[in-house]
């Protein structure tokens, strides 16, 4: 299955408070985008590599993370 770039910018945000850094957003990211940092929380490395795919989004076990459009 291929995966088409959309027209549009995604943005991609983390809510810190929500996230528990059990870093499936970072294992499941087909672009690498996403990582944990020194504190075990998802953080964007690689904002225009992502192709808004929204695996991070319905995988994240605390719905910390959520994909908008530009």
């Known amino acids: 299955m291929a995966v088409r770039k ?3 910018k995604p943005v991609i945000s ?3 408070a929500w996230c528990k850094g059990c870093g499936i957003c ?3 990211c087909p672009q690498k985008v996403l ?3 020194s504190r075990k929380k998802a953080v964007v490395v690689r904002e225009s590599a992502c192709i808004g ?3 991070c989004v319905w995988h ?5 993370i959520s994909l908008e459009r530009e």
Do not use: Q, R, V
Not at 60 to 64: G, H, K, Q, V
């Open 6 to 8: 959309l027209a549009t």
């Open 60 to 64: 994240c076990p605390d719905m910390a």
């Open 26 to 28: 970072a294992a499941l």
């Open 35 to 37: 990582t944990l940092d």
């Open 53 to 55: 795919c929204g695996s």
């Open 14 to 16: 983390i809510n810190k």
